[in-house]
Nanobody, 127 residues
Framework: QVQLVESGGGLVQAGGSLRVACAAS????????MGWFRQAPGKEREFVAA????????DYADSVKGRFTISRDNAKNTVYLQMNSLKPEDTAVYYC????????????????????WGQGTQVTVSS
């Protein structure tokens, strides 16, 4: 079992920056690919960014490329999402997710499934 707890969400003006973090407990996070998904009101959950178990491979949704950066610190069992140049359309609940490293990273980032989910943290970008 893995428990994921997000933190760092909040309210920020357009053009601003925010960093959200996800702390994993239970099995070591290096056993998992880690990612961030988001869900805006009235919309389906969508992929945002992911990083493979080693930290050597990352992937991003086209809508956040160049603005968001995902990273991980396996020693701290924590994954981060640095969000810069935020836009109102980035407003959503951001969910941390974990997928076992036995699964293909490339396949995982093309969908919205996960082995474990966090409870979510609200990010609101005002115009």
């Amino acid at each position: 079992q893995v428990q994921l707890v997000e933190s760092g969400g909040g309210l920020v003006q357009a053009g601003g920056s925010l960093r959200v973090a996800c702390a994993a407990s239970g099995r070591t996070s290096s056993s998992y690919h880690m990612g961030w998904f988001r869900q805006a009101p009235g919309k389906e959950r969508e992929f945002v960014a992911a990083i493979d178990w080693s930290g050597g491979v990352t992937d991003y949704a086209d809508s956040v490329k160049g603005r968001f950066t995902i990273s991980r610190d396996n020693a701290k069992n924590t994954v981060y999402l640095q969000m810069n140049s935020l836009k109102p359309e980035d407003t959503a609940v951001y969910y941390c997710a974990a997928r076992g490293r036995v699964y293909s990273f490339i396949t995982w980032v093309s969908g919205t499934t996960a082995d474990y989910w966090g409870q979510g943290t609200q990010v609101t970008v005002s115009s």
